[in-house]
Every structure is written in structure tokens, then in C-alpha cells.
């Protein structure tokens, strides 16, 4: 009791102010900006940016053939766990291309498309996933 009548003193003197706070309004953003920051994150991080920040690698290496002409190589050779930022740029764009096969594939299997289109879906998705795989099939 005589805890509360101590808190309670500074109040006899000080007025409360009226405050009207007005909360903030927040729309979310729609379905597909999700899906593009999601889809690029996801290619990123499989590109290997954090190993490309982290190590700082050339872009793009080079070497000498037999003659002593210097040439471009994209991929680092003789090094397991190592990479060129364009090997990686690649490898990421390789594996998001068969990611977007798999949602080109679920796209093609709705109720309200139209048959012709379900073919022209699934044709695209399989020209978009042996793209993505590197076999020579179309």
C-alpha cells in the first residue's frame, strides 16, 4: 500500500498528456515480388556470393597453351572447393533454370488452362530443363 501511494505521487502534480497515436498502415507487397526476392536470393547463394565475398576470386581466369597464347578459362582447374566468380554465376543460373522447369511444369498442370496450352507448358518446360541438365535431347 504504501509502495502504491509512492508511485503514485509524482501523478498529483503532473498531468497525463492526451496522445493520439495513429498506427502506421502496412500493405504487404504482392505474391510475385515475393517470388522474385525469394528467386533471386535462391540464385545467389547458389552462385556462391557469399564464398565470392568472403575469398574474393578473379571473375574469370586464364592460361598459357602451347604456343604461349594467354586464354580465357571460365573454370578453375585443379582445385576442388574453388571457383571463378563466372563459374559460379553459371552454375547458379543452371540450377535456377531447372527450378523454373519445375514451376513451368506445375503451372501447366491447372484445371482452368486450356489443352493447347498445357502442351506449350510442358513443351517449354522440357526445352528449360535440358537446358538446365546440359543434355542435347530437343
Not at 498502415?25 to 515475393?34: D, G, I, K, N, T
Not at 580465357?72 to 540450377?95: C, D, H, K, T, W
Not at 519445375?102 to 507448358?121: E, Q
Amino acid at each position: 500500500k504504501k509502495m502504491d501511494s509512492l508511485l503514485e505521487l509524482p501523478f498529483h502534480f503532473l498531468r497525463v498528456p492526451q496522445v493520439r497515436v495513429k498506427v502506421p498502415s502496412f500493405s504487404y507487397p504482392s505474391p510475385m515480388v515475393v517470388f522474385v526476392f525469394v528467386f533471386l536470393s535462391y540464385f545467389l547463394v547458389l552462385s556462391g556470393i557469399i564464398y565470392d565475398v568472403i575469398v574474393e576470386p578473379p571473375s574469370i581466369g586464364s592460361t598459357t597453351d602451347e604456343k604461349g597464347n594467354v586464354r580465357p578459362v571460365a573454370f578453375l582447374q585443379y582445385r576442388v572447393n574453388g571457383q571463378f566468380i563466372i563459374e559460379g554465376l553459371s552454375a547458379g543460373a543452371m540450377f535456377c533454370l531447372g527450378a523454373l522447369g519445375f514451376i513451368i511444369l506445375d503451372k501447366s498442370n491447372g484445371k482452368t488452362l486450356p489443352t493447347k496450352n498445357k502442351y506449350a507448358f510442358i513443351f517449354v518446360e522440357a526445352v528449360v530443363s535440358t537446358q538446365s541438365t546440359g543434355d542435347d535431347v530437343i
